[in-house]
C-alpha cells in the first residue's frame, strides 16, 4: 500500500527499555478515515505504541509516518498534539481544578504560544463549539462544575471531548471503558463510532463486548509485534490468539 | 461595560484588596507628615520603615506565590531574585554618595578603596544612573530566572529535585557574594546611603514617599498577577501545575508556561528587593542565606497559596509577629515560626485565607438548612446532600480562592 494514503504508518518499529523489547519490529498501517480496534494482553506494547506515535517515547529503529509524510520521530508531545494526533489516556486524566467548560476550553483548537494565551478572548464560536462537544458527549448539565466532581465515566467523555475539542486528525483512545457500567459503555461506543465518521481513531481495549460493538478491524499485539490481524472473528478463532490471550 | 470587563478580568476580591493598599499608600504618609508628633493617629517615623519592610516582604511573597501557587514550582530560592533586586539598588545608592564616603574618593565607593582598588570595575559602570539602575532592577532577576528556568525547565526537572537547585542556587550566590573580590563590599554589603534621586535617603519625606510607592508597586503586582491568573494563560499555568503531560498532549509546551511564570516572579521579586534597601538601609550577602527563601514559603502557605493576596497577608503578619517576638522572647522566636508552619500544615492546609472560606461556606450552608425546615431523610436523598455538600466545598473554596486549589509541594 502506498504510504501516502495512510494517515498513520509504523513500519519495522523497535524499542527496548533495559533490554527488555517493549515493541518489537512492529508494523501497522491505518487507512485515512479508519477506525482500528487493538488488543492484546498485558505487557504486549499497546500503551508503549502509542507512547511512540505521540513522541513521548523514541523508538530505536523502525518508521513512523503520520499522515503519509510526517515522520513523527523527529518532533516532540507538543508539535505532534498540534499538528493533529489527540491522545486520551488509560487512566483518565482530566484538569480536577478547572470547570468542565474551561477542560474543554484549553484543549480547544487554536494557538498555544505563551502570549496568544495570555490575551486571549473567548470568541463566540469558541462558546458555541464548547457547547456542540457538551451535546456530544451529554455533559451539558454539568458545565460549570468542578472536574473532579465528576464520576469516572463522565471523566472519560470529559477526556473524550476534549479530544474532539482538539479536533485532531488521528485519535488514540486507550482503554476508554475501562471501569464502566454496561450502560456507560455502550454509550461510549456510540459517541466512537460518532466520531469515527469524520476521524481516524485507534482504540486500545480489553473489553471483548466493547470491542464487538465498535464491528471494525482488530489488530492483536504480543510481545511487542502484530500476532494476528482482521475482522473480529477472525482474529479470535486465530489459534495464536487464542493461545496467548483468550486462552482459558 | 469597561468597568465589568475589568471587574472579569482582574477579579472583586483583588481589586478591594487593591484599593485597600492604595488607601494605606495615601494615608500612612499622610498621617505621618501631616499630623503633629505626639497625636494619637499619627504612624511614628520607625513605624513607616517598618510597614514599608513587611510591604516589601509581601511583594516577594505574592511573587512566590504565583510560581508556587499557580505553577507549582516550589521555589526555595526566591530571596536570590529579591537580593539581586535590592543589590542594583544598592549598587546605585553607593554611587550616590559620590565623595562624601568616609575616604571622600569621589570615583570609588569606600569598600573598593579599602580593598586598593584603582579604578571602578565594568559591571559598577552605569549605576549612576537612576533609569540605569533601575533597569537593572528588574533584567538582572529577571535574566537570571530566565537562563535558570531555561535549563531547569527545558531538562524537564521537576518538584523536589527543582526545589534543591533552587536552593542551591541561592546558596551559591551567597557564597560568592560574600568574597571581597567579587566587588560588591563582601560581608559588609552595601551600606552608608545618603541620597535618593537626590533626596537625603534618612529625611521623613522621603521615607513616606518610598512607603506610598511600595504600597503602589505592591498593588500594581497584584493586579498584574490576578490578570495573568484570571487569563486562559493562568488556567494552562494551574493545568500545568495539576497534569503536567495532559498539557503536553493537547500541544501546549509546559516549559516554557513555567518559565514565563519564573521570569514574571523574579522581576516582581526583584522589584520588591529594591524597594526594601533604601527603606532598611542596607544590603549585605544574608539577603541570599537560604533560610531567608524558606521563610518566604511559610509566609506563602500561612497566608493560603493560590490565592494571591493570601501571601500578603501571611508575609505581614508573619513578619509583625516576628518584630513582636524578637523584641519580647528573642529565643523563643523560630520555635514559634516552625510550630506556626507545622500548625498550618496540620489544620489549616490551605492557610488563613483558604480557612476563612471553609467558615464562611460553613456558616452559610447552615442558616440555610436552618431556615430550610425538615432535613432530608431518605437514603437515597441524603446522598444526593452529600454529593452536594462535597462539591459545594470544593466551589465554594476555589472560586473564593480565584480557582486554584492548592496541591501538595510535589
Redesign the interface.
Given at each position: 500500500m502506498p504510504r501516502t494514503d495512510t494517515i498513520l504508518y509504523l513500519d519495522g518499529v523497535s524499542v527496548a527499555f533495559d533490554g527488555f523489547k517493549a515493541i518489537n519490529n512492529l508494523s501497522l498501517v491505518l487507512d485515512k478515515g479508519e477506525m482500528r480496534a487493538i488488543i492484546g494482553p498485558n505487557g504486549a506494547g499497546k500503551t508503549t505504541m502509542m507512547d511512540i506515535i505521540?513522541g513521548?517515547t523514541k523508538p530505536d529503529t523502525g518508521e513512523v509516518f503520520f499522515n503519509g509524510s510526517i515522520d513523527l520521530t523527529q518532533h516532540d508531545?507538543?508539535d505532534i498534539?498540534?499538528m493533529g494526533i489527540?491522545?486520551k489516556?488509560q487512566k483518565p486524566?482530566?484538569?480536577?481544578?478547572?470547570t468542565v467548560e474551561?477542560n474543554l476550553?484549553?484543549?480547544l483548537k487554536g494557538q498555544?504560544g505563551?502570549f496568544p494565551?495570555?490575551?486571549?478572548r473567548?470568541s463566540s464560536e469558541e462558546k458555541a463549539r464548547i457547547g456542540e462537544i457538551l451535546a456530544t458527549i451529554r455533559l451539558e448539565d454539568r458545565r460549570q462544575?468542578?472536574a473532579?466532581?465528576l464520576s469516572h465515566g463522565q471523566k472519560q467523555w470529559l477526556e473524550i471531548g476534549?479530544l474532539l475539542a482538539?479536533d485532531p486528525k488521528l485519535l488514540l483512545v486507550d482503554e476508554p471503558v475501562a471501569g464502566m457500567t454496561d450502560a456507560e459503555t455502550a454509550e461510549t461506543a456510540r459517541l466512537l463510532r460518532e466520531i469515527a465518521r469524520t476521524h481516524s481513531v485507534v482504540v486500545v481495549e480489553h473489553d471483548m463486548h466493547f470491542v464487538r460493538e465498535l464491528d471494525v478491524k482488530v489488530t492483536c499485539l504480543h510481545e511487542g509485534s502484530v500476532l494476528s490481524e482482521g475482522s473480529l472473528d477472525f482474529v479470535s478463532s486465530d489459534e495464536r490468539v487464542v493461545e496467548v490471550y483468550l486462552g482459558r | 461595560m469597561i468597568t465589568q470587563r475589568l471587574l472579569n478580568a482582574l477579579g472583586g476580591k483583588i481589586l478591594w484588596v487593591a484599593a485597600i493598599l492604595l488607601a494605606i499608600a495615601i494615608l500612612v504618609p499622610a498621617s505621618n507628615l501631616l499630623l503633629p508628633v505626639g497625636h494619637p493617629l499619627r504612624v511614628p517615623n520607625y513605624m513607616v520603615a517598618l510597614l514599608g519592610k513587611y510591604l516589601t516582604y509581601a511583594m516577594l511573597a505574592l511573587a512566590l506565590d504565583l510560581v508556587w501557587g499557580y505553577v507549582g514550582i516550589l521555589s526555595l530560592g526566591h530571596g536570590a531574585f529579591f537580593a539581586l533586586g535590592g543589590y542594583a539598588m544598592g549598587m546605585y545608592l553607593m554611587r550616590q554618595i559620590g565623595d562624601r564616603g568616609v575616604y571622600a574618593n569621589p570615583d570609588l565607593p569606600d569598600f573598593m578603596v579599602f580593598l586598593n582598588w584603582q579604578e571602578l570595575p565594568w559591571y559598577w559602570w552605569g549605576f549612576d544612573q537612576a533609569w540605569f539602575a533601575m533597569l537593572m532592577v528588574m533584567l538582572v532577576p529577571g535574566l537570571l530566572a530566565f537562563v535558570f528556568g531555561w535549563f531547569a525547565f527545558r531538562s524537564r526537572v521537576t518538584g523536589v529535585y527543582l526545589s534543591i537547585i533552587t536552593q542551591a542556587m541561592t546558596y551559591a550566590l551567597m557564597l560568592s557574594f560574600f568574597r571581597n573580590d567579587m566587588g560588591f563590599g563582601g560581608n559588609n554589603g552595601l551600606t552608608d546611603f545618603k541620597d535618593i534621586l537626590g533626596y537625603p535617603i534618612q529625611a521623613t519625606g522621603t521615607r513616606a514617599t518610598l512607603f506610598a510607592i511600595t504600597a503602589l508597586a505592591l498593588a500594581v503586582s497584584l493586579l498584574i498577577c490576578s490578570a495573568i491568573t484570571r487569563s486562559k494563560l493562568g488556567k494552562v499555568m494551574v493545568a500545568v501545575r495539576d497534569a503536567e503531560s495532559r498539557t503536553r498532549f493537547i500541544g501546549y509546551r509546559p516549559e516554557y508556561v513555567k518559565l514565563f511564570a519564573f521570569v514574571v516572579s523574579a522581576v516582581i521579586a526583584g522589584i520588591a528587593g529594591a524597594l526594601y534597601v533604601p527603606q532598611v538601609g542596607i544590603i549585605n550577602p544574608g539577603e541570599f542565606a537560604p533560610a531567608n527563601s524558606i521563610e518566604v514559603v511559610v509566609w506563602t502557605a500561612i497566608g493560603g497559596r493560590g490565592t494571591l493576596f493570601g501571601p500578603i497577608i501571611g508575609a505581614v503578619l508573619v513578619n509583625y509577629a516576628k518584630s513582636w517576638f524578637t523584641a519580647a522572647y528573642p529565643e523563643l522566636w523560630l520555635f514559634a515560626l516552625g510550630g506556626l508552619f507545622v500548625a498550618v500544615t496540620l489544620f489549616l492546609p490551605r492557610g488563613i485565607v483558604g480557612a476563612i472560606g471553609q467558615l464562611r461556606q460553613y456558616w452559610r450552608s447552615r442558616s440555610a438548612r436552618d431556615e430550610g425546615g425538615a432535613p432530608p431523610e431518605t437514603p437515597e436523598t441524603e446522598q444526593v446532600a452529600a454529593e452536594k455538600t462535597v462539591r459545594a466545598r470544593s466551589t465554594a473554596v476555589s472560586p473564593v480562592l480565584g480557582a486554584a486549589k492548592p496541591q501538595p509541594a510535589e
Open positions: 505521540t513521548k508531545e507538543a498534539a498540534t489527540g491522545r489516556f486524566t482530566v484538569f480536577e481544578s478547572h474551561d476550553l484549553l484543549a498555544r505563551i494565551t495570555l490575551f486571549h473567548k462544575d468542578f473532579e466532581n476534549m482538539q | -
